[in-house]
T-cell receptor, first 112, second 115 residues
Framework: GENVEQHPSTLSVQEGDSAVIKCTYS??????FPWYKQELGKRPQLIIDIRSNVGEKKDQRIAVTLNKTAKHFSLHITETQPEDSAVYFCAASIKGGNMLTFGGGTRLMVKP | DAGITQSPRHKVTETGTPVTLRCHQT?????MYWYRQDPGHGLRLIHY???????DKGEVSDGYSVSRSKTEDFLLTLESATSSQTSVYFC??????????????FGEGSWLTVV
């Protein structure tokens, strides 16, 4: 089955710096790659996603890149702010897109 | 918010007792899922449903059963709760796939402690 590896597990940056989180997946049939942000005690919430026909997508300070050949995708957050502190999860679609397999999560800490 | 309600939100139960968690959606989405979240393991799929009375197992289904008698409700039952089932349980919903991947939306979570 699909295996999604996420690195690093923790990431600490200074406010204003950039943060990069990387994920690799194993199933070449995966074609949808969302990213979720989860604040303490809250539900995971979708922040950005990318489909396999696109190499990069941006939304204000966040961007996601996808390399289908190498089977990896990354989340980039620029000009980080303390409110970006949270756990971030990547995921890859399986079973024709009807389900997701998640990475283990990255705890991002933005120091003021 | 995605129109998903989970109940109960918090529960403490004793080992060996049955427990049922309920997920209710107002979006009329076809797909519903139950995930559990544990430190170091991220989100793992327990069971999912692709329609009324249509369910299938996920990667961590042992000790759990599900039922979906109506489009809007998806129940997760722990037949005989064990301490290893202490976790946060998230229900999620999505539209059916057109081959391009579903966007999945999560409920607020149910915190279950088995003592």
């Amino acid at each position: 089955g699909e295996n999604v590896e996420q690195h690093p597990s923790t990431l600490s940056v200074q406010e204003g710096d950039s943060a990069v989180i990387k994920c690799t997946y194993s199933d070449s049939a995966s074609n949808y790659f969302p990213w979720y942000k989860q604040e303490l005690g809250k539900r995971p919430q979708l922040i950005i996603d990318i489909r396999s026909n696109v190499g990069e997508k941006k939304d204000q300070r966040i961007a996601v890149t996808l390399n289908k050949t190498a089977k990896h995708f990354s989340l980039h957050i620029t000009e980080t702010q303390p409110e970006d502190s949270a756990v971030y999860f990547c995921a890859a679609s399986i079973k024709g897109g009807n389900m997701l397999t998640f990475g283990g999560g990255t705890r991002l800490m933005v120091k003021p | 918010d995605a129109g998903i309600t989970q109940s109960p939100r918090h529960k403490v139960t004793e080992t060996g007792t049955p427990v049922t968690l309920r997920c209710h959606q107002t979006e009329n989405h076809r797909y519903m899922y139950w995930y559990r979240q544990d430190p170091g393991h991220g989100l793992r799929l327990i069971h999912y449903s692709y329609g009324v009375k249509d369910t299938d197992k996920g990667e961590v289904s042992d000790g759990y059963s599900v039922s979906r008698s109506k489009t809007e409700d998806f129940l997760l039952t722990l037949e005989s709760a064990t301490s290893s089932q202490t976790s946060v349980y998230f229900c999620a919903i999505s539209e059916s796939s057109r081959g391009s991947g579903n966007t999945i939306y999560f409920g607020e979570g149910s915190w279950l402690t088995v003592v």
